[in-house]
């Protein structure tokens, strides 16, 4: 799949790590070094701009070595960001340690996964069809 994209960062673009990777690494474009205290969540651009065809989304998602290693994670996982969108891509990321984390342009914040959607259509009924499940949720199905 082509899409196209402007790089404003001085970053390389966004590329998979392995033939295997489903998302690509997102860093951070930034003039100085930001400094997230602990509970405290800032919004980190990435200097990338881009234009998904329709039909198409861009989940940004956290990275699982930053999550483990330093609770740092993406606050609205996965995010979205939808094919009619034009501005700079840019990362909520919060500080969920009890140590302040610095973030450095260049660094690796998140990751980004290309995802084909559907559009549903709605059609209202006043039943639905029965399952084994049935209104069971919140860990109806087990341990």
């Known amino acids: 799949m082509k899409i196209d994209i402007i790089n404003k960062s001085d970053n390389q673009l966004p590329e998979y790590e392995t033939i295997a990777s489903a998302g690509m690494d997102l860093r951070a474009y930034l003039q100085e070094p930001v400094t997230i205290q602990p509970l405290e969540r800032r919004l980190i ?55 302040a984390f610095i973030i450095n342009s260049g660094d690796r914040i998140a990751q980004m996964v290309i995802s084909r959607h559907e559009r549903a259509t709605w059609t209202e009924v006043d039943t639905l069809d029965e399952t084994d499940r049935g209104k069971g949720g919140f860990g109806s199905t087990g341990v």
């Open 45 to 99: 651009p990435t200097g990338l701009y881009m234009s998904l065809p329709i039909g198409y989304e861009a989940q940004v998602r956290p990275r699982s070595g930053l999550a483990i290693k330093k609770g740092i994670t993406v606050l609205n996982s996965p995010g979205t960001i939808d094919a009619d969108y034009r501005g700079e891509i840019c990362v909520i990321i919060i500080n969920l340690s009890n140590e």
